[in-house]
């Protein structure tokens, strides 16, 4: 884990708000038509308002600091919150 690249990831609203909206797909990504444990398909999070390309920014960012895991299914790839490198990081901000 990477707390400095982690840190940077968070530093940013809307990245943000996409591991939110992660932690409870159920409640934000109700009309996804494929099972939510695969994860959130990438297509899903232009909620945002933002575009394809600007959401795959965040998502990229969100992957390289390990805070999201990705799975390719077919054409689509999901997105998952990565609990254990969250807690990791949680737990090193406690102890400083």
């Known amino acids: 884990m990477d707390r400095d690249e ?3 990831a968070l530093a940013h609203p809307v990245r943000v708000n996409i ?6 797909p159920q409640l934000h990504f109700p009309t996804q038509e494929h099972p939510l444990d695969l994860g959130v398909c990438a297509g899903q999070f232009e909620r945002c308002g933002l575009s394809q390309s ?3 920014s965040h998502l990229a960012v969100l992957q390289r600091a390990g805070l999201v895991t ?4 077919g054409q689509w790839i ?4 990565d609990e254990e490198t969250i807690a990791a ?3 090193s901000i406690g102890d400083l």
């Open 89 to 91: 990081f949680l737990k």
């Open 70 to 73: 990705t799975r390719r299914v």
């Open 6 to 8: 982690i840190l940077k």
């Open 19 to 24: 591991l939110a909206w992660l932690k409870e």
């Open 54 to 56: 600007t959401v795959s």
């Open 78 to 81: 999901f997105y998952r919150r």
